[in-house]
């Protein structure tokens, strides 16, 4: 089994149905009657169902353990694929609506992610991602909370949620004051939106990294910048294909981006959303050996883990 890494997976994202459901009863919830489709997968055809069917999911959240065993159970996971490192995105937001306080929530995770490299030898990473349609005022407290309740696990800062709502200069602010504070950051771009919005990004933040970033592929010239300036994408084809982004695997721009000097990640972004997992885009990535060796340790190169973890997993 080739050795896997990962950094762009979304903690909610990751929640199996079979795990919504057991956690939904365990805490005494009932589920929105129309999270899952007659199939019994996740209900969603494209992207703002996604979002919908995303919020759905997390009404079977409700205390600090939830937390715990969900990045446990996906860590665990992708372990069993033969995953080394995985960064998760997690949202302070919705322990925050729950009455759970920053410190409890990451406490939790921590214990999870610990639990998991005992368990499975898998190191877990926290990237604190903010919801880019809830605006920047709330993006600018979420980095002043992480910066004064830091922990080591804690490596980086991003944002997710609507593209198509504020632009990446609105958080500028948040971003600078987060890569002043020694932590890495990534943004969601190039998804929903054209070669536009990563042009804007890689102009106003201090990005090392852009979550998806594939709708470059239309614009040569901003192939040609990402390249030169060495930027990474974290690339998620199953979940595009599954949003309608590209009607299929073999129409997503993967292996143009490549050809182009771009370096790119592959990842899972919400695997049972999106009929995917870890080992799944790596198998259907029709990359070869040698190329997705190459993915593998770009994935920990690009990651915002210290040094020497860096050098412990290369
Ligand atoms: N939140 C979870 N998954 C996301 C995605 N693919 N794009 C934007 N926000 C998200
Ligand atoms: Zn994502």
């Not at 372990?79 to 995105?89: I, R």
């Not at 090392?208 to 910048?225: K, Y």
């Not at 390249?227 to 309608?244: H, K």
Request: net charge negative.
């Amino acid at each position: 089994m080739i050795p896997k890494a990962e950094i762009h997976c979304h903690l909610e994202g990751s929640i199996p149905p079979k795990l919504a459901v057991a956690l939904a009863e365990r805490n005494g919830l009932a589920l929105p009657p129309n999270l899952f489709d007659e199939k019994g997968h996740y209900a969603l055809t494209d992207f703002w169902s996604f979002l919908q069917a995303y919020d759905r999911v997390c009404t079977s959240l409700k205390t600090a353990r939830d937390f715990r065993d969900v990045i446990y159970t996906y860590l665990a996971g992708a372990a069993g694929e033969g995953a080394v490192y995985v960064e998760m995105f997690c949202s302070p937001e919705r322990p925050a609506a729950l009455g759970i306080s920053y410190a409890a929530w990451l406490a939790a995770l921590v214990e999870g992610i610990d639990d998991a490299e005992r368990d499975f030898g898998i190191v877990g990473r926290i990237i604190i991602i903010c919801i880019r349609h809830l605006g920047p005022e709330r993006a600018d407290a979420m980095v002043r909370t992480m910066i004064a309740e830091p922990h080591p696990y804690v490596v980086g800062f991003g944002m997710g949620g609507d593209e198509a709502k504020f632009d990446p200069v609105d958080f500028a602010p948040a971003y600078r004051h987060a890569h002043e504070n020694g932590y890495g950051c990534t943004v969601h771009a190039g998804e929903v939106l054209g070669p536009e919005s990563v042009w804007a990004s890689i102009r106003d933040l201090p990005v090392t990294r852009i979550g998806h970033g594939v709708r470059s592929a239309d614009d040569p010239a901003l192939m040609e910048e990402l390249a030169r300036r060495g930027i990474v994408l974290e690339v998620c084809p199953g979940s595009n294909v599954a949003l309608g982004l590209y009607p299929d695997r073999a129409s997503h721009p993967l292996h143009r981006l490549i050809a182009a000097g771009v370096r790119v990640t592959l990842n899972s972004d919400d695997p049972p959303f999106f009929h995917t997992t870890l080992g799944t885009e790596y198998d259907l990535s029709g990359l070869d050996e040698p190329a997705l060796r190459d993915i593998a340790r770009t994935t920990i190169e690009a990651s915002f883990a210290d040094d020497a973890t860096k050098r412990r997993l290369l």
